[in-house]
């Protein structure tokens, strides 16, 4: 019985991939997010050598663009990028679609996984900003509207969710096996998720930093419940 008993309450491992900077404010909060939820994160950074093996599930989390020719672009002469990064998480990933580990992507978290199944994006989607503002902000400014029927909406619970801003990038064409789960005012991509009912969900914003509203923690909670499934 106590062996039993400790195997329900032992923290499932979340991995979270990220940038190899000393100090990632990102990093940080998801690390609390998931112990929050009942989880343990393990940092992932170009270079370490996490057995994928131990994890039970995964964040693809934010930060540079995704270089544009992993989509059929061309890259843009001030852009800010990481082929290191870009190479690292395509594996992991590659390896979770593989396994069936739940999948949870933040910002270009949610564009790396469109792009590796099969989607494209907007290399630069100011643009296509007619309704809303292109000002990048940590703060809840923007509105997404979540499909009521979609995962994303039960596990949020909430039809509108306030959410920050901080991308450049976005989803121009959908990859086959995932579906919109979320649009904001001028109809650009925030939410994917996959159609076959995995555990794979893609949000165009930070969670991690409105951990203050319960809907965006529930995104943590979900990922945790789903690694313990494992």
Known sequence: MAQHTQKNLSRPLIG???????????WVCIQLA???SGGKAVRIQVGDTTDMN???????????????????DVP???????????????EYIHY???THLPLLGICRGLQLINTVMG??????????????????????GKRVY????????????????????????????IAAPLRVAGVDNDQIIQAVEAINGEAIIG?????????????????FRWLVAEARLR
């Open 96 to 98: 979770a679609l593989r």
């Open 16 to 26: 979270v991939t990220g940038n190899s900077k000393w100090f990632s404010p990102s």
């Open 119 to 140: 989607g494209t994006l907007h290399s630069s989607i100011a643009a296509l900003r007619k309704k809303t503002s292109n000002r990048r902000s940590l703060f809840p």
């Open 203 to 219: 949000v165009q914003w930070h969670p991690e930093y409105l951990l203050f509203l319960s809907s965006h923690r529930r995104l």
């Open 146 to 173: 979540i499909t009521t029927s979609s995962s994303l909406g039960l596990i949020v619970k909430e039809e509108q969710l306030s959410v920050n801003s901080l991308h450049d990038q976005a989803i121009a064409e």
């Open 54 to 72: 131990t994890l039970s599930a995964l964040i693809i989390s934010g930060g540079d663009d995704i270089h544009p020719t992993l989509y059929g």
């Open 76 to 90: 843009k002469e001030k852009g800010h990028y990481d082929r290191k990064r870009d190479a690292m998480e395509i």
């Open 34 to 36: 998931i112990f929050l």
